[in-house]
Structures are given as structure tokens and as C-alpha cells.
């Protein structure tokens, strides 16, 4: 059982957007900057999104995060079949002094 | 551009030790926590705990009374090692990086090791 909890899996059209959400506590998301993650099979997860809504550099503006509350979303617009992969929220929690992780979120392009 | 490298045997015996090394290269320990991470087959991501350059660590209560994190005397490698290993601990085993303050984000991860507890 993850500490933050995400949608285990979300489908939409290409060239459609899909949001993916991630709920946590006071602790973690209520006190700490979201990130994302995006992983595709065999592969380390690689950063997507930090800081609740900012880009690494190479990362498509299709790619966008928020954050309210305890809660945050990662949207991704003009789906691609490119885009299939499983997606991770992860942030701090001051209750542990340490990292808690969604359980993932597999991202189905039809 | 820092490099991260995991290594370490791929096979270990129900309640053993498990020990693996991350190798960086390309970067400075300071202002970073260098952490584990895994990830069982088919499952979610796990903190196991993380080292900062004054090796000063912090552990997952869920395993810390079976992990240890250190660097090398060099500083160039940590080590992770996880004690009394059950085929629980069968996973995909990550190197990372993380900034100390701000987002905390893991913006360098190693390609992963696999390591298997067999019985």
C-alpha cells in the first residue's frame, strides 16, 4: 500500500489530454513540493515534472503538474502513442524524513 | 552530467545479506542526498534511505532495523546493505540523487540492478 495514492491506470485517444492524480497527507504533499516521474518498461524512472509544476530541461511543454492542497495532477495534452508509460507523483514527508512514492499510474494510449 | 551505477550480485540466499554499491561519476556529493530506492516486479516505488556528503543517513521505518547506507572512503561510492533478506526484498534495486532542500527531486537515477532472494 503506497503512502500517496494515484488512479492505477487511465486510457484516452491520441491527441486528446489525460490527467493523473495523486493524494496524500498534511505530511507530504500538503507541506512539500510534487514530482513526477515517467517510466517505461525495464527503464529507471527519469524526472517529468518538480517542483509541482516546473519542466527539466528536454521535457515536452505537453507535460504539465499542479498542486492543491494535498493533492496534485500531472496532465499531459496531444497524447501520443509515445506517451504510453507508467507515471509516479513522489514528494517529501516530514513525518518519515524521507520519500514516499505513489503506487503508479499506467498511462494507455488508445 | 553525473553518472550513476549500480552493482552488486543478483542472487541472494534467504536470510543473508544483500550488498550493492552505486558508483557516481561526473559530480559533487556535496548539497545532495544520495539515496535507494526499489521496486518489487509489477510493483510501486520504495524509499529505503538515503546519505548526505556528512554522512549523516535516515532509513524507512519499514526496513531500518535491517539496512545500513555508507559511503566509501573516498566518497565516490555509497553502499547499501539489507540484512535477514526474505523474498520481500526480491526487486529492482535504484541509485539516486536528490537536492537536500527545494523540491527534493531524484534528478539522476541509476539503470537499476535486479537482485532475486531465493530460498
Known amino acids: 500500500q503506497s503512502v500517496l495514492a494515484q488512479p492505477p491506470s487511465v486510457s484516452e485517444a491520441p491527441r486528446q489530454r489525460v490527467a493523473i492524480f495523486c493524494s496524500g497527507s498534511?505530511?507530504?504533499?500538503?507541506?512539500?513540493?510534487v514530482n513526477w516521474y515517467q517510466q517505461f518498461p525495464g527503464k529507471a524512472p527519469k524526472l517529468l515534472v518538480y517542483?509541482?509544476?516546473l519542466l527539466p530541461s528536454g521535457v515536452s511543454d505537453r507535460f504539465s503538474g499542479s498542486k492543491s492542497g494535498t493533492s496534485a495532477s500531472l496532465a499531459i495534452s496531444g497524447l501520443q502513442s509515445e506517451d504510453e508509460a507508467e507515471y509516479y507523483c513522489?514528494?517529501?514527508?516530514?513525518?518519515?524524513?524521507?520519500?514516499?512514492f505513489g503506487g503508479g499510474t499506467k498511462l494507455t494510449v488508445l | 552530467q553525473v553518472q550513476m551505477q549500480e552493482s552488486g550480485p543478483g542472487l541472494v540466499k534467504s536470510s543473508e545479506t544483500l550488498s550493492l554499491t552505486c558508483i557516481v561519476s561526473?559530480?559533487?556529493?556535496?548539497?545532495?542526498?544520495w539515496a535507494w530506492i526499489r521496486q518489487p516486479p509489477g510493483k510501486g516505488l520504495e524509499w529505503i534511505g538515503h546519505?548526505?556528503?556528512?554522512?549523516?543517513?535516515n532509513y524507512n521505518p519499514s526496513l531500518k532495523s535491517r539496512v545500513t547506507i555508507s559511503f566509501d572512503t573516498s566518497k565516490t561510492q555509497f553502499s547499501l546493505r539489507v540484512s535477514s533478506v526474505t523474498a520481500a526484498d526480491s526487486a529492482m534495486y535504484y541509485c539516486?540523487?536528490?537536492?537536500?532542500?527545494?523540491?527534493?527531486?531524484?534528478?539522476?537515477w541509476g539503470q537499476g540492478t535486479l537482485v532475486t532472494v531465493s530460498s
Open positions: 539516486a540523487r536528490s537536492y537536500v532542500s527545494g523540491s527534493r527531486r531524484f534528478d539522476s
Open positions: 561526473g559530480g559533487s556529493i556535496s548539497k545532495y542526498y
Open positions: 546519505i548526505d556528503h556528512s554522512a549523516n543517513s
Open positions: 498534511s505530511s507530504n504533499i500538503g507541506n512539500n513540493p
Open positions: 517542483y509541482d509544476n
Open positions: 513522489g514528494t517529501w514527508d516530514d513525518s518519515l524524513n524521507g520519500w514516499v
